[in-house]
């Protein structure tokens, strides 16, 4: 067992910090994340293709694709010192971390050399098309259907939730082609260009926020079949593996840890004290939870890079306790700021949005427990 | 524009090694086997059996050997599950980082703080004593012991140190670091034992015509239990692969004395009245817990050092 970084992780980090300094746009926030207009569109967009010409966007991919065949840990720091930094990447660090590695690895040639450059090079923004109106925590019981028409799909449905939607340009999309008994048989992956005829995104008004969930509508959207990820009818296990990267590789505790800076700070400014029992105590406690966080996660990526089976409920561990976490941040903004932590220029307001939304992104709290329950604790489903 | 070096080298590893594995699978073993004949001693009383048996196999002295203190750690945990009425980890893991001298078979941890108890002071013949700034190692001659009743899972007293006893200091800052490492992994062996126990009874429960471990109720506690423990194991883990990390070991302290009381709550909770009676075991656990939950001032002590340490006054 061995927690330290290594030099050359130690000068990554110091890099990274160095790039963010300069080429972070003044003022970036963590809520900036969902991009939700078109100056921090661009800002992200100019952010990712500098970090790609130093080499720091995509280190851990093999070289072919415009990696360094960097240590996976080298892409963790990565991701802790951009989450923390707000995450200025906005979606494309979902494309770095885990749909370029998806199709990587089942992706035909034609669909590396489409889909992967422009990944790489930090110009390409994916969504993934994955809840519906009644598919959520029962991500099976999808409906979207794909029907075949020759060389193509004609795709019909509707997907909701859908982050990053109105600027993507690609959508990692989830459909059904097949019925069958077993919802989870039957369930294809399309890459979809956002631009195809027949996509409609509108968004939905979310506690103020712009552009922070989508709907994307799907009317007769023809699809080429070179663009599906993997076999016909075999997405679901495909896509368990890579939710579970998704609860793992974003570094939220990252974010937690440098929030809590800026709570102190923000308190400084506003002459509170917090030395003061209740405010040290929260504060002691959520930077625990953090703490508690990141070692789990860090467990997580072990078993990920070593390709241990035991990975999928690690992810489950790690995401139940990042909740936990998001919550108790909370609770020290709120303890130690008060209604001040609300204001909207504050940095606790994007901790009240984090306390809620990290248990229902990327799989339900309730859907991490019940794999806990079922597959560490081997109790009974009926 | 020139592309940036990349870490090539990997060093983070955060997994246990084989041998560790071995470790562990050697202990349980060995007291698994301990106890086919030797049944678990009353509540609130030492096991001296376990001690002895653990101290003869050498896992009371691994840090004398040359082994780390992640390698006790993980004794304490195990030992906490199949054991926990022995003082393990005041023998094999704060005395040999705080102390100089071998320690003797049975190490009590203490301090002056109002309020305190300290577990196995009456069996003591040597106690780490911590006051508000300084630190003593007390022989058997140079306190005095004032018996306490419990239920909790120890026996416990009041320790004084005589007047004008010589005593010998101790670094007060690595005796409460070492201290709350195992605190925390005595705490996450009990949080895990627990969980596992209640998981198997609501396994096999049945009321209203279906195992009670198949309602999502139950098994969400139990879930929750089971992440209580595995952060706190791995936190305390982690506190131990660097002892000099004060913080790491109050944030071990701070969730292990937090958590603790909800896996306490959650595992009787949904054992019902029989997790009550000594003949189930649970109370083997969570009495423990209930009483491992104050240690060092609890959770609000604990996070208020975590605050301290990590943003000094100075930075404030």
Known sequence: MDFSWSDAEIELRRKLRTYVEENLRPGWRSIDRDVHNDDTIEASLQFCRGLAERGLLTPAWPVEYGGKAASRWAQIVISEELRGAGEPRGPQYTNVNWIGPAIMKLGTEEQKAEFLPPIAAGEAMWCQGFSEPDAGSDLSALRTFAERDGDEYIVNGQKIWTSYAAAADYCFLLVRTARSDNPRDGISILLVPMDTAGIEVREIATLDIDHMLHEVFFHNVRVPVRFRLGEENQGWSIIRTLLANERTQSSLHEEVNRSLNDLVNEARQLGIAIDEPQSSASLGKAASWVAASRVLNYVAIQALSDGSEHYPNLASVYKASSVQMAGKANEAFLAILGAQSLATSSAGDYRMISSIETGIGGGSTEMQLNAIAWQVLKLPKK | ?316
């Open chain 2, 1 to 316: 524009m020139a592309s940036t070096e990349v870490a090539e080298e990997v060093i983070v590893d955060a997994k246990l090694s084989s041998e560790q594995e071995d470790l562990i699978q050697s202990i349980r073993g060995a007291l698994e086997r301990h106890r086919i004949t030797n049944p678990y001693p009353s509540p609130s009383t030492i096991d001296v059996g376990a001690l002895k048996l653990l101290d003869s196999l050498g896992y009371l002295d691994i840090i004398e050997s040359g082994g780390s203190p992640v390698d006790v750690v993980l004794v304490i945990e195990a030992a906490a599950a199949l054991a926990p009425g022995a003082p393990v980890a005041a023998r094999a893991l704060v005395a040999p980082i705080v102390i100089s001298s071998a320690p003797p078979e049975v190490v009590a941890l203490g301090t002056s703080w109002a309020g305190s108890l300290c577990r196995f002071a009456n069996e003591a013949e040597g106690i780490l004593y911590l006051g508000n700034d300084d630190a003593w190692y007390l022989r058997g001659d140079e306190f005095t012991v004032e018996s306490i009743e419990s239920r909790w899972g120890y026996p416990v007293g009041r320790v004084t140190p005589r007047d004008g006893s010589t005593t010998e200091s101790v670094e007060a800052k690595r005796l409460l670091t070492a201290w709350r490492i195992a605190l925390a992994a005595e705490i996450g062996g009990l949080m895990e034992a627990a969980t596992l126990l209640a998981s198997a009874y609501v396994s096999e429960r049945f009321q209203f015509g279906r195992s009670i471990g198949s309602i999502q109720t139950v098994q969400h506690r139990l879930a929750r239990s089971y992440v209580a423990s595995q952060a706190t194991k791995w936190l305390a883990r982690r506190a131990a692969w660097d002892v000099d990390d004060h913080e790491a070991a109050a944030a071990a302290a701070c969730y292990a004395t937090s958590e603790a009381p909800e896996v306490l709550a959650s595992v009787q909770q949904v054992c019902g009245a029989i997790g009550f009676t000594d003949e189930f075991g649970l109370t083997r656990f969570t009495a423990r817990l209930a009483m491992l939950q104050t240690e060092l001032g609890g959770p609000w002590a604990h996070a208020r050092s975590v605050a301290e340490l990590h943003w000094p006054a100075s930075t404030r």
